[in-house]
């Protein structure tokens, strides 16, 4: 894997670190190499032993909901994050590295200006909260189960001791089937007790990392398709300015239509050439982030219902209870701003393709005609934020998603 030096220091400009952190993407030069071999092997292990634990508990305790909910939940949720890793760092690393090679040397050669550079700010706002936000209240759903959750517990006097499934070890803040026979063995359980820490502050980096780098992408495609649709509507402005540099000396007050008309396709053809390198980014992003998405979107009305049932359950334990809150309302939060700046796209999209038919085509000769209708032709399909290539994230998807968890929790107590 080769590294381009100026495309890392892009990124760190970008992300401050946190893709190195998380494991979107990490370099391999001489220097770096045992490093990142290190945390990839760190992380791997962590999460495959969580999911695998995890896993089987939830398979064990598949008769109390309350249990078995939190289990398959913190289960699918390391799923995402191996998924991110192996996703974002090995297989689609070439179309994550040429995402932000495309961005860092621009689209089109008319990134300036005033509407430019506030769009730029706009983006620059919201990915600075993006890269506090989410780590943060992931870091507070992990304090939640690792620290406050506990703690409740134990004020209250609602420790969970015993469980009618062998061998399940309730102590913990996620109930997690062992080995061991457990007993009052107070080193073993702070040594699994750390493990499940690691587990929760490895899944919070991977993830935060993956959310924030799929959101700024579409933030800056977002920035693009704006930018497009705002120099179609000045087309005029641009045509006569392109046609004043190269009438140069020849000026005078009768305009030379053949060049006016030249000087209007090439305007054109600028816009067909930025709105190529769009589609060649969407369909980069598309690559990157569709697989990803399939666990949180296609299992993510069961997952939100799960922990809602959870919520309502009769399990006597406060921490399990408030971190499955506290993590479902985050992922609603992160399918909620996907679904948002998936519609914002679609829009966009939509917008440029309305804006193309008010190109005043025309008054121009036979090859602007042309342009334009090869233009139009481009445009015809929207674009949308995938899911496994099949799904289109955006704001129905949400509102189906909600729905259907609505349905869900009604199914689990119809048959509980």
Same mark, same amino acid.
């Given at each position: 894997m080769k590294d381009d030096k100026e495309v890392e220091r892009f990124l760190i400009k970008e992300y401050f670190y946190i893709h190195k952190i998380g494991l979107a993407y990490v370099p391999w030069d001489k220097e770096s190499a045992i490093i990142s071999i290190f945390q990839y092997a760190i992380y791997l292990i962590v999460l495959s032993i969580s999911t695998a634990l995890l896993g089987y508990t939830a398979f064990l305790t598949i008769d109390d909901i309350a249990l078995f909910s939190q289990d398959l939940h913190i289960t699918l949720i390391c799923v995402v994050a191996i998924i991110n890793i192996i996703n974002n760092s090995m297989i689609y690393r070439n179309d994550m590295v040429e995402i932000h090679k495309n961005l860092m040397n621009g689209l089109c050669n008319y990134e300036t200006g005033e509407f430019y550079e506030g769009e730029k700010k706009n983006i620059f706002k919201q990915k600075k909260f993006l890269l506090l936000f989410w780590p943060l209240y992931y870091g507070f759903c992990a304090s939640m189960a690792i620290v406050i959750g506990p703690l409740m517990d134990s004020y209250y006097g609602v420790d969970a001791v015993h469980t009618s499934y062998p061998q399940v070890y309730l102590k913990l803040p996620f109930a997690m089937w062992t080995p061991f026979d457990m007993g009052s063995q107070v080193p073993l359980h702070l040594i699994l007790s750390v493990f499940q820490a690691f587990m929760v502050i490895i899944n919070n980096l991977t993830i935060s990392a993956g959310v924030a780098m799929y959101v700024v992408v579409l933030n800056y495609l977002c920035l693009h398709l704006n930018l497009l649709t705002n120099s179609i509507d000045n087309l005029d402005v641009r045509a006569t300015e392109l046609y004043?540099?190269?009438?140069?000396?020849?000026? =005078? =007050?009768?305009?030379?239509?053949?060049?006016?008309? !030249?000087?209007?396709?090439?305007?054109?053809?600028?816009?067909?050439?930025?709105?190529? =390198?769009? #589609?060649? #980014?969407? !369909?980069?992003?598309?690559?990157?982030? =569709?697989v990803p998405l399939f666990v949180p979107f296609i299992a993510g009305a069961v997952l939100m219902s799960m922990a809602v049932v959870h919520f309502m359950s009769d399990d006597v334990r406060i921490g399990p209870k408030l971190t499955s809150g506290t993590v479902v309302f985050g992922e609603m939060l992160n399918m909620l701003m996907l679904c948002v700046y998936g519609e914002k796209l679609k829009l966009l999209s939509e917008g440029a393709r309305d804006t193309i038919y008010s190109i005043r085509w025309y008054e121009m000769d036979k090859e602007c005609h042309q342009t334009v209708s090869i233009f139009q032709q481009a445009t015809l399909k929207p674009m949308n934020v995938k899911c496994v290539y099949l799904l289109d994230i955006n704001m129905e998807t949400f509102a189906t998603l909600i729905n259907s968890t609505y349905s869900y929790i009604n199914l689990v107590y119809a048959f509980k």
């Open positions: 004043k540099v190269r009438q140069g000396n020849r000026a =005078s =007050s009768k305009l030379d239509r053949v060049l006016y008309n !030249k000087c209007y396709n090439d305007c054109l053809i600028e816009n067909i050439k930025h709105h190529q =390198s769009i #589609l060649r #980014l969407h !369909k980069m992003y598309v690559n990157l982030s =569709s």
